[in-house]
Each structure stands twice: as structure tokens, then as C-alpha cells.
């Protein structure tokens, strides 16, 4: 199996990089492949209006490394997991910009959408966030936008780890130890046991065994 990490802080050595990078290590010691895309190296803009801007082709014409981290990157990726610091919160400018720029390869008025939309579903997603603050509901509105995210490309929303800091690299320093805790949650990523039932899903009535 293949994940991408998007690390989407603009701080290379900063806290959520430090949790993406262990992410990665511990992907690739459960014999997975893993690949961290920088975010700030391949978004050169917002998305812009794609009727105006789009090629005659339908490709997109902002000319960054967006569209080969998309289709070279995530639409291969077995999994798509998220690096991001609270900005605000929510989640970093960086992180919500990816989101968005996949719109111009999934609207209908793009040539390969049907092919796009198939390879975008079925993903196990995780996040990874860094904070200042501690208290619980801190993240909430990032984990809401993932689940909805998830829920949408009928994907798995694995889980979160969310580790304390602030100036950069302080994350190590959290007690609970979130840096080995995303190593963790990597090793089991894709055979975690994650569940997000419709009513008429088959299921046994227990959760175990
Ligand atoms: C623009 C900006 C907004 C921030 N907003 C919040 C916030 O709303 N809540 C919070 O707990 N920390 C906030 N922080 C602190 C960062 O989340 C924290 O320093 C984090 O560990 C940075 O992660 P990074 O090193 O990966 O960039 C903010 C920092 C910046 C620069």
C-alpha cells in the first residue's frame, strides 16, 4: 500500500512536519510506501475561476506542482493523510488550497472527471495537527471538514493524532508523546479497524471478534 503526506505547515522543522515525517517512518516500517509532498513547494496559487482559466485541453493552467502531486502523488495512493498546524482554528491555508484545487480535475466540465472522481474514492484518510492549545473541541472544525471530506469520496476516516507546541519543533516536548503516537498510528494505518456505518450496512452486532 502507498500513502501520501501532505505536510502543509509552511515550516519545514516545524511540529506537524515533525508528525508527518514520523508518519511516513512508521508506514515504511509496516512495509508500506510513503511519500511527503511539502505543500508550500507545489501550490503556487489559489484556485482561480476554471471557466476562464482552464486549457482548451481542460487541464488546469496554473503552472505549479499541484497537478503532478495530484495525479503522480494522491490518485495512485492507497491512502491520504494529512499534516496541518491550527491556524485559526481551522486548518492551514496550505491544506484547505490542495482541497480546493481538486476541484478543477473532479468538476464535470473536465475531459477525465469520471476517471478522477473513481480514483479519488475509497482512500483510508488520517490527520495529523499541531496546536498551541490543549482544549478538546481545539480541532473540531478540521475534523468535522475531514469526516465530510471522507464521507464524500465514500473514503475511511482513520483518525487523528494531535500533538501540543508551539515554537517549532516543541512538539517533542508533549508529554503524551503525539511524535511516536503518529509512528504508531502509521504502522496500523490500513489495517486499523474503522468504521462509518449506513443503516443497511451488514454487520454482525459486535464490534470485536
Ligand atoms: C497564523 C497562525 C494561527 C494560529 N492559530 C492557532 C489557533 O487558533 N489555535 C492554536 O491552538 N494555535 C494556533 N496557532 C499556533 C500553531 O497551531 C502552533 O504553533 C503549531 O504547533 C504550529 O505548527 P507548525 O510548527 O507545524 O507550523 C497559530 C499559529 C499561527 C502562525
Redesign the pocket.
Known amino acids: 500500500m502507498k500513502a501520501m503526506v501532505l505536510?502543509?505547515?509552511?515550516?519545514r522543522?516545524?511540529?506537524?512536519?515533525?508528525?508527518a515525517r514520523a508518519f511516513a517512518e512508521g508506514l515504511r516500517d509496516a512495509g508500506h510506501e510513503s511519500e511527503i509532498v511539502v505543500a508550500n513547494d507545489i501550490l503556487g496559487s489559489f484556485l482561480k475561476d476554471c471557466r476562464s482559466c482552464r486549457r482548451p485541453d481542460g487541464s488546469c493552467a496554473i503552472e505549479d506542482g499541484f497537478s503532478s502531486a495530484f495525479f503522480e502523488s494522491l490518485l495512485p495512493a492507497q491512502g491520504f493523510v494529512a499534516?496541518?498546524?491550527?491556524?485559526?482554528?481551522?486548518m492551514?491555508a496550505q491544506l484547505k488550497a490542495f482541497f480546493d484545487r481538486m476541484f478543477c480535475y473532479v468538476a464535470a466540465s473536465h475531459p477525465s472527471s469520471p476517471s478522477v472522481v473513481a480514483r479519488m474514492q475509497g482512500k483510508r484518510i488520517g490527520l495529523l495537527?499541531?496546536?498551541?492549545?490543549?482544549y478538546p473541541t481545539?480541532s473540531a472544525g478540521i475534523v468535522q471538514q475531514i469526516q465530510e471530506y471522507s464521507r464524500y469520496t465514500r473514503s475511511t476516516f482513520v483518525g487523528t493524532v494531535h500533538?501540543?507546541?508551539?515554537?517549532?519543533?516543541?512538539?517533542a516536548r508533549d508529554p503524551r508523546d503525539p511524535v511516536a503516537r503518529a509512528y504508531d498510528f502509521a504502522r496500523s494505518f490500513f489495517t486499523a479497524h474503522a468504521t462509518d456505518y449506513q443503516i443497511d450496512t451488514p454487520r454482525s452486532g459486535r464490534v470485536w471478534g
Open positions: 505536510s502543509s505547515s509552511p515550516r522543522d516545524g511540529n506537524s512536519a515533525a508528525l499534516a496541518s498546524p491550527i491556524y485559526w482554528y481551522g492551514s495537527l499541531s496546536s498551541e492549545e490543549t481545539v500533538g501540543y507546541g508551539n515554537s517549532r519543533g516543541e512538539i
